[in-house]
């Protein structure tokens, strides 16, 4: 996939205009001369319960947590880990990203030589009829200068299958300044008794700034206010490795 700012404006514009895009990832390359690797993440949510949480950094992790645990009705599909990084066979560093549990499925099937597509080849979207949300999941693969990445959506066929979609790209394909976007759902649902729908198609071409409080600000402004809940972004240097988060969460202590 090519990825350049030619449509990237009108996907930005596009995505403000969305109430409800539901969780999403971008994957791309910071604006600037300085190479590194972003990774955004937000969550949305519309219920109490999706709504009462934030992200928090935990050394290399950045984990969803309730803000108030005394409100959680269902943990299972809101309390996970979002970002992690494991060591591969060939001694690299993987980041991945998430919106679940299947974080973890990654990293450990990463750590044991499995592919990235071989670890979610046993997962399926999510079991919460009837969105049936998809999981999305990222991976990049830095090394000094390069980065090589891959963006994965298990969403539900009509007939209930899982449909498997994973895309590779690498700098590459990206101007500097632009990333490559999925997001759970397509739009708010159109009634309350009606399925929210899936996001579709190939990920949409975004912009991404220079360094990641920008990135963080530009993002968080887009989202629709009533429904946000939390975004990080990561970046990650690809001259020396070093990791910068900045992170943004709609209820705060």
Request: net charge negative; glycine share 8%; aromatic share 6%.
């Amino acid at each position: 996939m090519a990825l350049t700012q030619e449509a990237a404006g009108e996907n930005m514009a596009a995505l403000a205009e969305n109430p409800y895009p539901g969780r999403g990832i971008v994957i791309g390359r910071a604006a600037g001369e300085i190479a590194s690797t972003v990774h955004v993440y937000w969550v949305m949510g519309r219920s109490e319960n999706s709504r009462n949480r934030q992200l928090v950094q935990d050394g290399d992790t950045v984990k969803t947590q309730a803000f108030d645990p005394s409100k959680v009705k269902d943990p299972s599909l809101i309390i996970y880990n979002a970002f992690a990084t494991v060591l591969d066979g060939e001694g690299r560093v993987n980041h991945v990203v998430s919106n679940g549990d299947q974080t973890d499925t990654v990293v450990d099937g990463l750590g044991s030589g499995i592919s990235f597509e071989g670890s979610l080849i046993e997962r399926t979207y999510e079991p919460d009829a009837p969105n049936f949300t998809p999981r999305i999941t990222g991976l990049s693969i830095p090394e000094p200068g390069f980065a090589r990445h891959a963006l994965s959506m298990i969403s539900r066929r009509p007939n209930g299958e899982p449909r498997r979609q994973t895309g590779w790209f690498d700098d590459a394909d990206m101007e500097p300044g632009v990333g490559a976007c999925i997001h759970t759902y397509a739009s708010d649902s159109p009634s309350p008794e009606a399925p929210i729908p899936s996001f579709t198609g190939e990920p949409r071409t975004v912009l991404l700034d220079a360094d990641p409080e920008t990135t963080a600000d530009r993002y968080w402004e887009i989202l629709n206010r009533a429904n946000r809940v939390a975004l990080v972004v990561k970046q990650i240097s690809l001259i020396d490795q070093t990791v910068q988060y900045a992170i943004r969460n709609q209820l705060q202590h």
